[in-house]
């Protein structure tokens, strides 16, 4: 097989398994969700090896380089090595991840210092309420 030189960007997007559908990736193509070098593109323009892509799937954004071209869709592995995430994406979206899981937790970042009421009612959730002596 002849070695790829372009593919389209929503035939990419569904072989790399950014979306299940290529009709999925068009829509977030031309919703603005898919970014190709920082701007707003249409799903046939043709990329190659070297774009840098910003890819927002619900409150999750990716940074990809392309490193490989398919036109077909193949297992997941494969896909994995049609690109490579930049490493401030990675760390981001780990934030971001541990973010969600504490508000889920039912904790969330004070924008103020406690109050002396606030550090009261910390003290008894860590360390349980003890009877004063």
Request: charged share 35%; no cysteine.
């Given at each position: ?47 190659g090896i ?14 990809v380089t392309?490193?490989g071209l ?64």
């Amino acid at each position: 097989m002849a070695e790829l030189e372009s593919v389209r960007l929503d035939r990419w997007l569904w072989a790399a398994r950014f979306f299940k559908t290529r009709a999925q990736a068009k829509l977030a193509i031309e919703g603005g969700r898919v970014l190709l070098m920082q701007a707003r593109t249409k799903s046939a323009k043709e990329i190659g090896i070297g774009r840098e892509l910003t890819i927002r799937r619900g409150n999750m954004t990716q940074i990809v380089t392309v490193t490989g071209l398919a036109v077909r869709r193949g297992s997941a592995t494969i896909a994995q090595t049609l690109y490579r995430e930049s490493d401030e994406s990675i760390e981001l979206r780990e934030l971001d991840r541990s973010r969600r899981m504490m508000e889920q937790a039912g904790l969330t970042v004070p924008s103020t210092r406690p109050t002396k009421r606030d550090r009261r009612e910390l003290k008894k959730l860590k360390h349980g309420s003890q009877p004063r002596e």
